[in-house]
């Protein structure tokens, strides 16, 4: 795990929370699991998929009877990330407040992160 000890990876609004619980119930899903892969028109997009096994290598978060998986890849990536949920007139949906994002596109679907080096050195100085 790329993290800090005893600092959750990622943290869920009670919103959030509340409708992965929701879903996780309705599908019968062990948890969200999240990740990252290679798409977009910035070069990165989030994947979001509900799971029925729990795979040991994720990074887990559970709060509030919602659990969400981090894939392995990902982690250094959603370190520090907010998940929320949001509704307005035009659209429902999941939102990520990642403070590894350099640049996103206008739609907000598609992310560029931070090198490698500078999320190294973010973490360095977050640990003291």
Same mark, same amino acid.
């Given at each position: 795990?790329?993290? *800090?000890?005893?600092?959750?990876?990622?943290?869920?609004?009670?919103?959030?929370?509340?409708?992965?619980?929701?879903? !996780? #119930?309705?599908?019968?899903?062990?948890?969200?699991? *999240?990740? /990252?892969?290679?798409?977009?028109?910035?070069?990165?997009?989030?994947?979001? =998929?509900?799971?029925? %096994?729990?795979?040991?290598?994720? @990074?887990?978060?559970?709060? =509030?009877?919602?659990? /969400?998986?981090?894939?392995? !890849? #990902?982690?250094?990536?959603?370190?520090?990330? @907010?998940?929320?949920?949001?509704?307005?007139?035009? @659209?429902?949906?999941?939102?990520?407040?990642?403070?590894? /994002?350099?640049?996103?596109?206008?739609?907000? %679907?598609?992310?560029?992160?931070?090198? /490698? %080096?500078?999320? @190294? #050195?973010?973490?360095?100085?977050?640990?003291?």
């Amino acid at each position: 795990m790329f993290g *800090i000890p005893g600092k959750q990876a990622v943290s869920i609004t009670p919103t959030a929370a509340r409708q992965i619980a929701r879903l !996780m #119930a309705k599908d019968g899903s062990q948890g969200l699991r *999240i990740g /990252v892969k290679k798409g977009g028109c910035a070069g990165m997009e989030y994947t979001m =998929d509900y799971v029925t %096994e729990v795979d040991p290598h994720d @990074e887990m978060v559970e709060q =509030d009877g919602a659990r /969400v998986m981090i894939a392995p !890849m #990902a982690q250094m990536f959603l370190f520090g990330t @907010e998940i929320d949920y949001e509704v307005s007139l035009l @659209e429902s949906g999941f939102k990520f407040r990642n403070p590894n /994002v350099s640049d996103a596109c206008g739609c907000g %679907e598609s992310i560029k992160f931070k090198d /490698v %080096e500078e999320l @190294e #050195a973010d973490r360095a100085s977050a640990q003291g």
